[in-house]
C-alpha cells in the first residue's frame, strides 16, 4: 500500500467567499496533508481550478505531476483568472457551492467522503457539488 497525497490549496481571494478544509481549520493559507492510504502503484495527479468572477470550473485528472495538474485544471476553467483551489493524488477531492456563492472544498481517499467534507466547509446554506475528480 502507498500513502494517498492529498493536498488543498486556499488561493482565491475577490468576489466569492471561500472556505479550506484541513486540520479543522477554515480560512487557512498553508498547505495541509491528510495520510490514507491507496493500493495504487504510482501517483497520478487531479485537480480542481476555479475563476472567482464567472465561477468557472475545470478538472484534471491522472497526470504525473500536480504542476501538470493544475495546468491542465487551469486551462479547462476557461477563464483568466482560474485558480487551482486542490490538488490530489491517488484520492478524490471535490468542490461545493452554496447559494450565496461561498465555495469549499476537499480532497479524501474516496469520492463520497471528498463530496461530504467539501459541503461541510462551505460556508452558506445548501452546498451542492458544482465539480469533482478522482485521480
Excluded: F
Amino acid at each position: 500500500m502507498t500513502t494517498t497525497h492529498l493536498i488543498r490549496r486556499l488561493v482565491l481571494t475577490g468576489a466569492i467567499a471561500v472556505a479550506v478544509v484541513g486540520s479543522g481549520a477554515a480560512g487557512g493559507t498553508g498547505l495541509a496533508a491528510t495520510p490514507a492510504t491507496s493500493s495504487a502503484a504510482t501517483s497520478l495527479w487531479g485537480a480542481i481550478a476555479v475563476s472567482p468572477a464567472t465561477g468557472h470550473t475545470g478538472v484534471s485528472w491522472n497526470y504525473p505531476s500536480a504542476t501538470a495538474a493544475g495546468t491542465r485544471a487551469r486551462r479547462e476553467c476557461a477563464a483568466a483568472d482560474c485558480q487551482v483551489v486542490v490538488e490530489v493524488s491517488n484520492g478524490c477531492a471535490a468542490l461545493a457551492q452554496a447559494d450565496n456563492r461561498a465555495l469549499g472544498w476537499a480532497a479524501r481517499a474516496t469520492l463520497a467522503a471528498a463530496e461530504t467534507a467539501a459541503k461541510r466547509a462551505t460556508r452558506g446554506a445548501h452546498p451542492r457539488i458544482v465539480a469533482w475528480v478522482c485521480s
